[in-house]
């Protein structure tokens, strides 16, 4: 039992020097930093918040070290009058600040327009393009314009064809004719208006049928029936296709020509999404051609299309442009000008000084000299190298315009620095306390333990339970060489006491 005593007392010795040395090590760097509050690298030799890899800002330790590669990690020091902003925020001397190249710039209220220059092309006026099919069937005797590319007038004869029932028509005319020129004096008004509804209806069916005016004429007046019949122009222009030759066989779905009237032409230029907001029917855009150096041509926007290119994401519109000159050749190309009549007031800032990372847009305000606060802004239009600003900034703040990429890469590391040693919540600091009360830093569960007294006999044998004093316990029995904790009853007595 001697024995036993003796291994208590030893236990509980190295219990408590463990505790004690274990306390003093989490004592000592507090120690080290107040001996050298002075001396730290950071304004006025204070100590760092931390410091950083030089390659990682997110691989951060509590005491001066180096990476896997021997560079230096670099303190992080809490600026002063920064900490007070923002996560994030950043002063720097205004010396640095003029080396960095700097600037600034407001951000002021205005209404701005926007000017869009695109690639057109030249193409019929789809309401001035004509195609000629014959009313009835026949075939093409001759073929007075054979060349694509011809000018022709209204009412040019183009071709003449034979067709049966023409001739059967024009003897219809003639027989009517002959009927009305009888019966035109007749005492009885039926008569006589029945003779010219006749001849009425003949004259008609010529008429539906495109024969020309002129072979009408010629057939009333020598009363002989003509073999082919005329077909002319039913409007002014080009000739852009001819689908027929002489001896062809045609039907009113054969098609002869294709005239167009080029006296106004189409421009389709192509605009991108975010440009469409800008321009409405009946702005003013300029064409200008590269064969025709020094011309600039004027039209406006006649429509806009409903729908996008699939292919180019584009959205086409259509400008008109007066072409009595015959200057603009279709499928030409040429730049487009569009001067939007719309304006739209706003906050604007330039272009560069937005940082569009992902799905966020963020800038940095000049709040005093040299220290620069990160905002989070909305954006909405774009034009002439400014971007209007729908929130986050207010008129008149300094934005940085220049050199903001280096004070971006500087904030990053300070808002990452400055969620790193954010004070833990109360409940946090509570719950810590409760688990070192619990654990000793050996690991070992010392809430359930109570150092007055421990047990080592099982009661119901009056043996020591787990644990041997180097005494056997019998022949043939090797004692253990371990203590098993799980039977200890720090708080019974020994046999002894009892």
Same mark, same amino acid.
């Given at each position: 039992?001697?024995?036993?005593?003796?291994?208590?007392?030893?236990?509980?010795?190295?219990?408590?020097?463990?505790?004690?040395?274990?306390?003093?090590?989490?004592?000592?760097?507090?120690?080290?930093?107040?001996?050298?509050?002075?001396?730290?690298?950071?304004?006025?030799?204070?100590?760092?918040?931390?410091?950083?890899?030089?390659?990682?800002?997110?691989?951060?330790?509590?005491?001066?070290?180096?990476?896997?590669?021997?560079?230096?990690?670099?303190?992080?020091?809490?600026?002063?009058?920064?900490?007070?902003?923002?996560?994030?925020?950043?002063?720097?001397?205004?010396?640095?600040?003029?080396?960095?190249?700097?600037?600034?710039?407001?951000?002021?209220?205005?209404?701005?327009?926007?000017?869009?220059?695109?690639?057109?092309?030249?193409?019929?006026?789809?309401?001035?393009?004509?195609?000629?099919?014959?009313?009835?069937?026949?075939?093409?005797?001759?073929?007075?314009?054979?060349?694509?590319?011809?000018?022709?007038?209204?009412?040019?004869?183009?071709?003449?064809?034979?067709?049966?029932?023409?001739?059967?028509?024009?003897?219809?005319?003639?027989?009517?004719?002959?009927?009305?020129?009888?019966?035109?004096?007749?005492?009885?008004?039926?008569?006589?208006?029945?003779?010219?509804?006749?001849?009425?209806?003949?004259?008609?069916?010529?008429?539906?049928?495109?024969?020309?005016?002129?072979?009408?004429?010629?057939?009333?007046?020598?009363?002989?029936?003509?073999?082919?019949?005329?077909?002319?122009?039913?409007?002014?222009?080009?000739?852009?296709?001819?689908?027929?030759?002489?001896?062809?066989?045609?039907?009113?779905?054969?098609?002869?020509?294709?005239?167009?009237?080029?006296?106004?032409?189409?421009?389709?230029?192509?605009?991108?999404?975010?440009?469409?907001?800008?321009?409405?029917?009946?702005?003013?855009?300029?064409?200008?051609?590269?064969?025709?150096?020094?011309?600039?041509?004027?039209?406006?926007?006649?429509?806009?299309?409903?729908?996008?290119?699939?292919?180019?994401?584009?959205?086409?519109?259509?400008?008109?442009?007066?072409?009595?000159?015959?200057?603009?050749?279709?499928?030409?190309?040429?730049?487009?000008?569009?001067?939007?009549?719309?304006?739209?007031?706003?906050?604007?800032?330039?272009?560069?000084?937005?940082?569009?990372?992902?799905?966020?847009?963020?800038?940095?305000?000049?709040?005093?000299?040299?220290?620069?606060?990160?905002?989070?802004?909305?954006?909405?239009?774009?034009?002439?190298?400014?971007?209007?600003?729908?929130?986050?900034?207010?008129?008149?703040?300094?934005?940085?315009?220049?050199?903001?990429?280096?004070?971006?890469?500087?904030?990053?590391?300070?808002?990452?620095?400055?969620?790193?040693?954010?004070?833990?919540?109360?409940?946090?600091?509570?719950?810590?306390?409760?688990?070192?009360?619990?654990?000793?830093? /050996?690991? %070992?569960? #010392? &809430? !359930? $333990? +109570? *150092?007055? =007294?421990?047990?080592?006999?099982?009661?119901?044998?009056?043996?020591?339970?787990?644990?041997?004093?180097?005494?056997?316990?019998?022949?043939?029995?090797?004692?253990? /060489?371990? %203590?098993? #904790? &799980? !039977? $200890? +009853? *720090?708080? =019974?007595?020994?046999?002894?006491?009892?």
């Amino acid at each position: 039992m001697k024995n036993i005593a003796i291994m208590m007392a030893v236990l509980a010795a190295g219990l408590a020097g463990g505790y004690f040395l274990s306390g003093a090590q989490q004592e000592q760097p507090k120690a080290q930093q107040v001996n050298a509050a002075g001396d730290g690298p950071c304004a006025g030799g204070a100590q760092p918040l931390m410091w950083r890899s030089p390659m990682n800002p997110s691989v951060t330790s509590p005491t001066p070290t180096k990476d896997s590669m021997g560079m230096d990690y670099i303190p992080v020091c809490a600026d002063d009058g920064a900490g007070s902003g923002p996560a994030g925020t950043v002063k720097i001397d205004p010396t640095v600040t003029q080396n960095m190249g700097v600037r600034v710039t407001s951000a002021v209220k205005k209404k701005l327009s926007r000017r869009i220059t695109t690639v057109g092309r030249i193409t019929y006026d789809e309401t001035n393009l004509v195609t000629l099919h014959p009313k009835v069937e026949g075939w093409v005797d001759k073929l007075f314009v054979d060349k694509t590319g011809e000018v022709v007038e209204k009412n040019t004869m183009l071709l003449s064809f034979y067709s049966p029932q023409l001739v059967a028509t024009q003897d219809e005319y003639l027989l009517a004719l002959s009927n009305w020129q009888q019966l035109k004096n007749s005492p009885y008004v039926d008569i006589r208006e029945g003779a010219k509804r006749l001849l009425n209806s003949s004259l008609d069916r010529l008429r539906f049928f495109d024969v020309a005016e002129h072979q009408i004429r010629a057939l009333k007046r020598t009363h002989k029936v003509r073999k082919s019949m005329h077909i002319h122009s039913p409007a002014a222009g080009v000739v852009t296709r001819i689908s027929v030759r002489e001896g062809a066989h045609v039907t009113p779905a054969s098609e002869l020509y294709q005239i167009a009237d080029l006296s106004r032409v189409w421009v389709l230029a192509d605009l991108y999404e975010y440009e469409i907001g800008w321009v409405k029917e009946g702005d003013q855009a300029t064409l200008k051609i590269a064969s025709l150096p020094g011309r600039l041509f004027t039209g406006r926007i006649t429509y806009i299309y409903p729908y996008l290119d699939p292919k180019t994401r584009t959205n086409k519109v259509r400008i008109e442009f007066d072409n009595r000159e015959g200057l603009l050749k279709p499928d030409m190309f040429g730049d487009v000008t569009i001067t939007p009549g719309m304006v739209k007031p706003g906050l604007y800032v330039p272009r560069e000084a937005v940082l569009i990372t992902g799905k966020k847009a963020h800038l940095f305000v000049q709040t005093a000299p040299g220290r620069f606060e990160p905002r989070t802004v909305t954006t909405g239009a774009r034009s002439g190298g400014l971007i209007e600003i729908l929130s986050g900034v207010r008129a008149g703040e300094l934005v940085v315009r220049s050199g903001q990429f280096l004070i971006d890469s500087e904030s990053s590391i300070r808002e990452a620095a400055a969620k790193m040693v954010a004070p833990k919540p109360a409940h946090a600091k509570s719950q810590s306390r409760k688990e070192k009360q619990g654990m000793d830093m /050996n690991g %070992m569960d #010392m &809430k !359930g $333990m +109570n *150092m007055k =007294g421990m047990n080592m006999d099982d009661h119901s044998t009056g043996k020591p339970n787990g644990m041997t004093t180097g005494h056997s316990q019998g022949e043939g029995q090797e004692a253990p /060489n371990h %203590m098993n #904790m &799980k !039977g $200890m +009853n *720090m708080g =019974g007595t020994t046999d002894e006491q009892r």
